[in-house]
């Protein structure tokens, strides 16, 4: 377990001090939401729900797939 938790601390050392990182992986899919929902959140979707139900999961996965590609592969 004190391998793991010093590989963590490493882990989040180099991540916190990469600024792109925090930028593209937390800011960027916040500003991204919020505008896409402010422009196409009140049109209709497929089955009656609103478009913005289908953009805040599409967001997330966005977010999640830029974390798990790019800021893994630049440790």
Known sequence: MRAF???FRSMWRT?????S???FSFAFP???FVFLASQFGHLAGVDGHLVVDS???NV???G???VGMF???TN
């Open 60 to 62: 997330i996965a966005f």
């Open 30 to 32: 916040v500003a991204l």
């Open 21 to 23: 990182t925090l930028v």
């Open 5 to 7: 938790t010093s590989l």
């Open 15 to 19: 991540n916190v001090r990469d600024v």
């Open 55 to 57: 953009i805040g999961p």
């Open 64 to 66: 999640t797939a830029f």
């Open 71 to 73: 800021a893994a592969a």
